[in-house]
């Protein structure tokens, strides 16, 4: 046979027209109730301390996977010749501050990413 629920039990209770002996039952009731669910509490708890600590040694993993990576990575190409970096530097420069050097979809571009209206006369 099944258990009442807690709430029905709880719903039930009218203090004003239950005797002593009544209510004493029904403490008594309620507290089996918890009681008979704590070891399924218990076993739900230690099921997610569980599921906590595997996330947070898969985290603890990735992080070091990748430093590890990035210690083992080589430096970038721009770094062993700061010469290209410069000419790139000069070249995005010039393009980027002269609109006659730029072809027509690359000045349209340049023209709507401003905030402020300005006179792009060429």
Same mark, same amino acid.
């Given at each position: ?8 039990? &709880? ?83 010039? &393009? ?9 979809? &690359? ?14 006369? &060429?």
């Amino acid at each position: 046979m099944a258990k009442k629920s807690t709430k029905e039990s &709880v719903e039930t209770i009218d203090s004003k027209n239950m005797s002593k002996e009544q209510l004493g039952e029904k403490r008594k009731e309620i507290t089996e109730y918890y009681e008979g669910n704590i070891p399924h509490l218990e076993t739900q708890l230690k099921y997610e301390q569980l599921l906590r600590d595997i996330e947070k040694t898969r985290a603890e993993r990735l992080q070091a996977q990748m430093f590890i990576a990035n210690t083992m990575a080589p430096p970038p190409e721009a770094d062993e010749n700061p010469e290209a970096q410069s000419e790139m530097k000069k070249n995005f420069n010039e &393009v980027r501050l002269d609109p006659t050097k730029m072809d027509g979809k &690359v000045a349209a571009e340049q023209i709507k990413r401003t905030l402020k209206r300005q006179n792009n006369e &060429v």
